[in-house]
């Protein structure tokens, strides 16, 4: 088994025990809604996680009713771009909101 398929693997697993708190005060969803979305957060995790170019480990993905959040410190605007192109690809993603923040070089 090879690191990206283990990576994809824990990524699937992780989301899992959260599955019974993940409804908004006020925003009640339903158990499928609920599991959709932990579904969705792990689709998208998965695909950063394919990508080679982007820092995938400092990106937090979020997911409310099919719109995803995108939240972390990433090393340039490239990066930011090509995250949130990955994450509007991922069938089911309605919109991305994009909170990602360009550390500085140091």
Request: glycine letters at 6%; one cysteine or more; a negative charge.
């Amino acid at each position: 088994m090879d690191l990206k398929t283990l990576l994809i693997a824990a990524a699937l697993a992780a989301g899992l025990p959260f599955i019974g708190g993940c409804a908004h005060p006020g925003h009640e969803q339903s158990s499928s809604e609920v599991l959709s979305d932990i579904a969705l957060t792990t689709r998208v995790k998965s695909a950063l996680l394919m990508e080679n170019d982007v820092n995938s480990f400092d990106i937090k993905v979020k997911t409310f009713n099919g719109t995803v959040q995108l939240t972390g410190f990433v090393d340039s605007q490239w990066q930011i771009d090509k995250a949130v192109q990955v994450a509007a690809t991922v069938d089911g993603v309605r919109q991305v909101k994009n909170d990602l923040v360009h550390k500085p070089a140091q």
